[in-house]
């Protein structure tokens, strides 16, 4: 992907934030969350700020504006587009912020409270005075993050299918016998290799009941045969993730009610796959799986949302919850599917893939089987 590719993007994502502004009761918008940061202005250092200015704005405050520090005076100048005016303030970012509003008169300005803290947003207060009106306008850049542009499709999709081939190549050498940890430690290793990066999240490899904790940390504890073993991993690709769950056997011998509890979970992960559409809201998505899930008796040991949006981050806008929205689902939404049931102190079992939802059909980034498979 080219740097002019990149800017053209960026350009519009700025351009099409602005136009939401008037709607948002804002006449500028205030960007302080690092990855926000990245994704309008293309800039992936640690100290930065962006100010959107809507289209109803002019004078002194006519144009975009990302400001930095210092330290990163060279590599603001080489990633972040003309669309945007590049301050370099001395001393704090939001100092340097308040300076620019005060010239440009007075107004409404937009944040995130998800973004901006408490003590944040009282220093801003303090330094804007009477002028400026603090006005809480959240999701903004979320809910434009979440709709994919064919450019982070494909990133996201690069990054699925290295996850695919280094889980592929850490389970040639089997599962039964090494430790959790092992296999974990590998698994980044190989992403690392292969050009990513670096994994989207640490991986978790959890064997037998410890795959009863949705969130395991991986153990220096060996995967026995004949037990199933779920691992959850992803890599990072020019800045986007993937996230992909399999659950493996490490032997033939697995029990009766492994193998059916692996069955009910790949019967609702299937039906929430096939359901999947534009239109449909994350709350009706999840009630899919969860039915199929409910009805075998499991409710219970499903206790966590269907799934979640992926992009920049691994957990991002939208939801698929029983928490959700009832906003609809609409293409170019990145989510994945990964219903679990876990019984306590005995097994887990959870099957997740990363779909991009489409006008027509979807696009799975997954390529792993879903089939139960052996890992000796
Ligand atoms: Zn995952
Ligand atoms: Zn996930």
């Known amino acids: 992907v080219s740097a002019e590719t990149n800017a053209v993007a960026e350009r519009s994502r700025a351009q099409r934030l602005a136009a939401e502004l008037g709607g948002l009761g804002v006449d500028a918008l205030l960007v302080d969350s690092l990855t926000d940061v990245r994704y309008l202005a293309g800039f992936s250092g640690s100290s930065a700020l962006v100010l959107i200015v809507g289209d109803g704005l002019s004078g002194a405050l006519e144009r975009h504006r990302f400001l930095t520090d210092f330290r990163y005076t060279a590599q603001s100048a080489e990633q972040v587009p003309a669309t945007f005016d590049r301050e370099i303030v001395s001393g704090e970012l939001f100092d340097g912020l308040a300076a620019l509003l005060a010239d440009a008169g007075a107004g409404r300005l937009g944040f995130d409270e998800a973004n901006v803290t408490v003590r944040g947003h009282r ?180 206790g966590h949302g269907l799934g979640h949006g992926v992009g920049l981050e691994v957990h991002e806008a939208p939801r698929l919850s029983r928490l959700a929205s009832e906003d609809p689902l609409v293409a170019g939404h990145a989510v994945t599917v990964e219903p679990g049931v876990y019984l306590p102190g005995e097994l887990g079992v959870r099957i997740e893939d990363l779909v991009i939802v489409g006008t027509a059909a979807n696009d799975v980034l997954t390529g792993l089987s879903k089939t139960l498979t052996v890992i000796g």
């Open 123 to 302: 220093r801003l207060g303090e330094l804007l005075g009477e002028s400026w009106e603090l006005v809480p306008c959240n999701g903004a850049v979320a809910r434009l993050r979440a709709v994919k542009e064919p450019v982070e499709v494909e990133r996201m999709r690069a990054a699925s299918e290295l996850a695919d081939e280094a889980l592929s190549g850490v389970l040639e050498a089997g599962l039964a016998g090494r430790t959790e940890l092992d296999v974990a430690i590998e698994l980044e290793l190989r992403i690392r290799r292969l050009g990513a990066d670096g994994p989207s999240f640490a991986p978790i490899v959890a064997s037998g009941a410890h795959g009863a904790l949705p969130h395991a940390e991986p153990r220096d504890v060996q995967i026995p045969r004949d037990v199933l073993v779920t691992i959850d991993w992803g890599a990072r690709h020019e800045g986007y993730c993937s996230d992909c769950t399999r659950t493996y056997a490490s032997g033939e011998g697995i029990s009766a009610r492994a193998r059916e509890i692996y069955a009910l979970v790949l019967d609702a992960q299937e039906q929430a796959m096939h359901a999947l559409a534009a239109g449909r809201s994350g709350r009706e998505m999840d009630a899919v799986a969860r039915d199929v899930i409910d009805a075998a008796g499991h409710g219970e040991h499903f």
